[in-house]
């Protein structure tokens, strides 16, 4: 199995301004458009296969990976290197590196929220309905932050989301 090495935003800059290098970015469409490094190319993580990839090399002989913060990334990376033909590196930090580092990103006007965000705000929504229905109309609004914490236990033990799986389905996540 090849190695997937770690690349600094710096270095991936110069490799990117020479054309030796690709930068896919594995986060979901909707993230993407909201916030973009300007060489990447979008291909969400589930999407990744190793005859897209290629696809994107055209005479590169590197590929970069990138995310929101590099645990995507990294994932996707490890999966490819075996089966790429192309020396591949992950992105230190993801984007979010990128803009440590003081390099430009392109963003949208209007974009929605970010999927936690949004995640966090119809939970906090459920939770205040749900106190406000039980203190003027019935105890049965307690339902709504009970489903709502058991909803975030979920995602806190076993990392699935069901909230933010139904709202990437939303119409101004697509």
Not at 58 to 72: E, P
Not at 97 to 116: C, E, F, I, Q, R
Request: glycine share 8%.
């Amino acid at each position: 199995m090849a190695a997937v090495l770690n690349i600094s935003a710096q270095e991936a800059n110069q490799l990117l301004d020479k054309g030796e290098a690709v930068l896919i970015d594995v986060r979901e469409a909707f993230e993407h458009r909201g916030e973009k490094i300007g060489y990447a190319v979008n291909v969400p993580v589930e999407q990744v296969t190793a005859q897209l990839v290629e696809k994107h090399l055209h005479d590169n002989k590197t590929v970069i990976f990138h995310c929101q913060s590099g645990a995507r990334s990294r994932q996707t990376a490890t999966a490819m290197a075996e089966n790429v033909s192309a020396d591949i590196y992950d992105l230190e930090g993801g984007i979010e590196g990128w803009k440590s580092a003081g390099l430009p990103t392109l963003k949208a006007s209007s974009a929605p929220l970010p999927l936690n965000r949004q995640v966090q705000l119809v939970i906090s929504i459920m939770i205040l309905t749900g106190l406000l229905v039980y203190y003027f109309i019935s105890p049965l609004g307690l339902l709504l932050p009970l489903f709502a914490s058991l909803g975030l236990l979920n995602a806190a033990l076993t990392g699935w989301c069901g909230m933010a799986k139904l709202l990437a389905l939303m119409p101004w996540n697509k």
